[in-house]
């Protein structure tokens, strides 16, 4: 009975290793939304999306939609990763839009370093 969840855990945490990517692909892709969002509220474009409040408000909700997005996703991807949700949530948020950057690029690299033994252990 052991030995069973011992693998079960052993092919979770292998799933798990697999769909980080993905997850870290789809907090970048909330977080160049975000950007564009935010690009539109600075001042070349500024009196063009603050003229029409309809404009503004629907920008400012895809502004935070899209960074709640963003940081369930990093959320999601340091957990499969078993790494520090909250040091990476936060300094993804406290430094944004470079902490972002920085804390997809450092997670894409732990990814790729962890699922090479992985990928080594399946053949």
């Known amino acids: 009975m052991k030995h ?12 798990a290793l697999r769909l980080a990517p993905n997850v870290l692909q789809a907090s970048a892709l909330s ?3 975000a950007v564009g969002c935010l690009i539109l ?14 404009r503004t408000v629907l920008t400012a909700l895809i502004l935070s939609a899209s960074l709640l997005l963003h940081w369930a996703f990093l959320t ?3 957990r ?10 936060s300094m993804s948020a406290l430094l944004f839009p470079i902490g972002s950057v920085a804390a997809l690029v450092l997670l894409s690299l732990f990814s790729d ?10 053949s």
């Open 4 to 15: 069973d969840l011992w693998a079960a855990s052993k092919v979770n945490q292998t799933t």
């Open 31 to 33: 977080l160049c939304v």
């Open 41 to 54: 509220f600075l001042p070349p474009l500024v009196h063009a999306t603050t003229s029409s409040p309809v």
């Open 76 to 78: 999601l991807a340091a």
């Open 80 to 89: 499969r990763l078993q790494r520090s949700t909250l040091g990476w949530v």
């Open 113 to 122: 370093e962890t699922s090479a033994p992985v990928a080594a252990g399946q």
